[in-house]
């Protein structure tokens, strides 16, 4: 990835995640024994979503079209197509 390329808008998502990296980082190296995953889960739950919403409304600011309520005229149903049958196999 060129980074002299990159838009404001990507250059600030960047430093967002390197943020939350930052924080995983900090939890991981917090944790006591054993408890690792759990410490980095919280911060994920914490800095991760933050940082995917974030990305999501810079998204649909640039957008004015994806604020729109309802489906756009001919887009696929929700689930891609696919019939609400899942998990529906016949059983033995």
Same mark, same amino acid.
């Given at each position: 990835?060129?980074?002299?390329?990159?838009?404001?808008?990507?250059?600030?998502? %960047?430093?967002?995640?390197?943020?939350?990296? #930052?924080?995983?980082?900090?939890?991981?190296? %917090? &944790?006591?024994?054993?408890?690792?995953?759990?410490?980095?889960?919280?911060? @994920?739950?914490? #800095?991760?979503?933050?940082?995917?919403?974030? @990305?999501? &409304?810079?998204?649909?600011?640039?957008?004015?079209?994806?604020?729109?309520?309802? #489906?756009?005229? =001919?887009? &696929?149903? &929700? =689930?891609?197509?696919?019939?609400?049958?899942? =998990?529906? #196999?016949?059983?033995?």
């Amino acid at each position: 990835m060129d980074l002299s390329r990159v838009t404001e808008r990507e250059r600030l998502v %960047a430093e967002q995640a390197v943020e939350t990296l #930052r924080a995983l980082d900090q939890a991981a190296d %917090a &944790a006591p024994h054993g408890q690792g995953l759990a410490f980095m889960e919280e911060a @994920i739950h914490e #800095r991760g979503l933050d940082l995917l919403r974030a @990305i999501m &409304a810079s998204t649909a600011g640039a957008r004015p079209e994806a604020q729109k309520r309802g #489906r756009a005229p =001919g887009a &696929a149903p &929700a =689930g891609g197509g696919r019939s609400s049958r899942r =998990g529906s #196999r016949a059983r033995s």
